[in-house]
């Protein structure tokens, strides 16, 4: 069964820094484009980053633009955020989804990021 | 930034009426492809969302066909023939023509 699979989250004082993983398994990894989207508490969704099959097209929100940094390794079947200079605005469970477009297919079960003093 | 408005965003139906929800967008999402990259996605309490069609109008497998997208260029629907209780929750519709990909602020359906 295909499945993702996110870690990383936790609590994290403003102005600091968290790396999410989002891990892979049931389908040929590399051939497949990965989305981060997230969900702050009560809210909506939003779109994040996104980056395509090897690695060689990112994208990004204008809210993360300069401070977030998405990278996979298809070696490890998992994607990265670097998250840096976070923000109170920040928090949020964190999705990654399969897919750039009409991404969704598949979506992992999210990780919490707090970001509090 | 391509606006999706989702209307209504509180929407009470009986078990077994049907429910639709409009999803306009600011922009055209007719791709330079050829196709209109519109999805439509069901987030059940407590839960991930999940994807219930793609393409205006595709189904995802395990969608249970009381379920239908339809629409073109800016103006797009997702309608539910039957609601049943486990259609409960938040659907959202998403534009993935345009960079960067937009969501609809989500439409809350709970019975009635």
């Known amino acids: 069964e295909a499945q993702l699979l996110e870690s990383g989250g936790g609590l994290v004082q403003p102005g600091g820094s968290l790396r999410l993983s989002c891990t892979a398994s049931?389908?040929?990894?590399?051939?497949?484009?990965i989305t981060w989207v997230r969900q702050a508490p009560g809210k909506g969704l939003e779109w994040v980053s996104g980056i395509n099959s090897n690695g060689g097209l990112t994208y990004y929100a204008d809210p993360v633009k300069g401070r977030f940094t998405i990278s996979r390794d298809n070696s490890k079947n998992t994607v990265f955020l670097q998250m840096n200079s976070l923000r109170v605005e920040d928090m949020a469970v964190y999705y990654c989804?399969?897919?750039?477009?009409?991404?969704?297919?598949?979506w992992g079960l999210g990780t919490m990021v707090t970001v509090s003093s | 930034d391509v606006v999706m408005t989702q209307s209504p965003l509180s929407l009470p139906v009986t078990l077994g009426q049907p429910a639709s929800i409009s999803c306009r967008s600011s922009?055209?999402?007719?791709?330079?492809?050829?196709?209109?990259?519109l999805t439509w996605f069901q987030q059940r309490p407590g839960q991930s969302p999940r994807r219930l069609i793609y393409k205006v109008s595709k189904w995802d497998s395990g969608v249970p066909d009381r379920f239908s997208g339809s629409g073109s260029g800016t103006d797009f629907t997702l309608k539910i023939s039957r609601v049943e209780a486990e259609d409960v929750g938040v659907y959202y519709c998403?534009?993935?023509?345009?960079?960067?990909?937009?969501f609809g602020q989500g439409t809350k359906l709970e019975i009635k």
């Open positions: 998403m534009q993935g023509t345009h960079w960067p990909r937009t």
């Open positions: 989804a399969r897919g750039l477009t009409s991404l969704g297919d598949i």
């Open positions: 922009q055209s999402l007719v791709h330079s492809d050829g196709n209109t990259y």
């Open positions: 049931g389908f040929t990894f590399s051939n497949y484009a």
